[in-house]
């Protein structure tokens, strides 16, 4: 009889029938039969000479022993992924560029990396929008290498360097004609997530006698996406405050237009990973040239 060989794929099986509590559900994850995923149960099974299942009809509930296994699954991928990633660390060309980025400059950064990944054919990206808060957990966590916030929230571990300078800009409806201060307003205000935030320094900044806070804008609606309130702003229900990048990356520009100001106001833009960990180039690469392409200066 020949031995019974170790096989990883039997455990990313079980790790989905755990985590999914159901035979059927595990086969349409992984594209397998349901008699398949039984099959991977059973190696897993005679691999360890030890019942990992108890089964009751379509249910099931994990052994002692199956629970150890499944641990040690976790450990065993969780170890594989670490390793693959520090074999990586150096490469240019190649390897895995893991960010969480705030809304505002992942709209206009993830089709500008998709276009670098076609230069770079062995990198691979995972990016993930997320607010400060969470983009800098995903750091703290080591699920990311890098995130780029616009707060500073203050740890031990972490090392911040500002990036760049986002212009804030107003936005309005194209047909729109008005000049001042109070016929803005009179629009209505189009809020999204940092909306009261942004409009408040940018309208103080130009207006400092006429703008006297917040409660002068009169909200016809709220998106916590922020490049969802351009679609209101472009139906013509009010205007808005967003970066210029969020109004580079919209499909509404025939819709819309800038409300032009005097005196430029910009939100502050930070690079954040773990003090101990050097990014590799491939991260300093990608960032510098996006940076450059921004300022409109030659990429390398």
């Not at 009809?57 to 670490?82: C, N, P, W």
Request: hydrophobic share 40%.
């Amino acid at each position: 009889m020949l031995p019974i060989m170790f096989n990883a794929l039997y455990f990313r099986t079980f790790i989905s029938l755990v985590e999914t509590g159901s035979f059927t559900q595990t086969a349409r994850l992984l594209d397998m039969t349901q008699p398949g995923v039984s099959q991977h149960v059973r190696k897993l099974e005679d691999y360890f000479s030890l019942p990992l299942l108890v089964r009751m009809g379509k249910r099931f509930e994990l052994t002692e022993a199956g629970r150890q296994v499944y641990d040690y699954a976790l450990r065993l991928f969780s170890e594989h992924e670490q390793f693959r990633h520090s074999l990586e660390q150096d490469l240019l060309e190649g390897g895995e560029c893991r960010i969480a980025s705030i809304e505002v400059l992942g709209v206009l950064l993830y089709p500008f990396a998709l276009g670098f990944m076609k230069n770079h054919p062995r990198l691979r990206l995972h990016l993930r929008f997320a607010d400060n808060q969470e983009a800098i957990q995903e750091v703290l966590n080591r699920k990311v290498d890098l995130a780029l916030v616009s707060e500073m929230q203050r740890h031990s571990d972490l090392k911040y360097v500002e990036y760049l300078q986002e212009p804030l800009i107003v936005v309005v409806p194209a047909e729109y004609q008005g000049n001042n201060l109070q016929e803005l307003l009179g629009l209505g205000f189009i809020n999204h997530q940092q909306g009261q935030q942004q409009a408040g320094e940018l309208l103080k900044a130009n207006f400092p006698e006429e703008y006297r806070g917040s409660r002068q804008l009169i909200q016809r609606s709220y998106v916590n996406r922020v490049h969802l309130a351009l679609d209101a702003v472009a139906r013509g229900l009010g205007f808005s405050v967003v970066p210029r990048s969020v109004w580079e990356a919209s499909t509404w520009q025939q819709q819309i237009r800038e409300w032009r100001l005097p005196i430029e106001t910009c939100w502050p833009i930070y690079q954040v990973s773990l003090k101990e960990k050097k990014l590799p180039e491939r991260y300093l690469q990608l960032l510098d040239d996006y940076l450059s392409w921004r300022q409109g200066t030659d990429i390398r």
